[in-house]
Every structure is written in structure tokens, then in C-alpha cells.
């Protein structure tokens, strides 16, 4: 199943937990451009949490972001891009959402961070 953020039946909890017709949210949520109506996330939840792909994309369809959450936690490699489509930031997330590295670059390619934490 696959949800529009805006919809009016799609309700966010204090413990951020996503309940949709009063049901905890198994599916895929959409947020769309409210201007263009074009797909700007998706992402994918289970028992009413983010588990699953994550993606994000720009207005023009640049990929923006994507990566992965176990039960409403990042967890592996996560990556965003600045608007040109070049890669922006790449952390590695551990299996407590813990960051183990972190790397990034400017908007030409120059990289700007390159740090890996004992954890």
C-alpha cells in the first residue's frame, strides 16, 4: 500500500510511530511537490515505523538522499547529493544507528571529511 503524507487519514504519533485508519502503517509513504505533484520521497514502514529503502530526490529529479532504517533507526550506508548530482555526504551506520564513518565532498567533487569512529 502506498500512502500520500498529506492524507488526511495518516496520523503521526508522539512516539513518531505512523498509524493509517487508526491501523499501525505497513506500506510505502509519498510526499509529493505541492506545486509540480512530482515525487520528492518514498519511504518504505512496517508495523507503523520506517523500515526499509528510504529515497529522496530535488524538484528536478536529482536524487537527493537514500538509505535504510530497521524499525525506525538508520542503519548501513546512507548517501546524499547536492543538486548538481554530485555525492554530497556518506555515512555507515551500525547496528545501533551508531555512525561509523563519515565521508564528504563539495559540490565539485573536492573531498571536504573522511573520518571512521571506533565505536
Known amino acids: 500500500m502506498r500512502v500520500d503524507l498529506d492524507d488526511p487519514e495518516l496520523d503521526r504519533g508522539l512516539d513518531l510511530s505512523l498509524t493509517y485508519r487508526g491501523e499501525l502503517f505497513t506500506g510505502e509513504t509519498v510526499e509529493k511537490n505541492s506545486r509540480t505533484g512530482r515525487i520528492v ?29 530497521r524499525r525506525g533507526i538508520p542503519y548501513g550506508r546512507w548517501r546524499e547529493w547536492h543538486p548538481n548530482g554530485r555525492l554530497a555526504v556518506e555515512k555507515e551506520y551500525g547496528e545501533r544507528s551508531e555512525v561509523r564513518s563519515i565521508k564528504a565532498w563539495s559540490d565539485s567533487g573536492l573531498p571536504i571529511d573522511d573520518r571512521t569512529f571506533d565505536v
Open 41 to 69: 520521497a518514498v519511504t518504505a514502514c512496517s508495523d507503523g515505523l520506517e523500515d526499509g529503502p528510504v529515497r529522496e530526490w530535488y524538484m528536478d529529479g536529482t536524487g537527493r538522499a537514500e538509505g535504510q532504517c
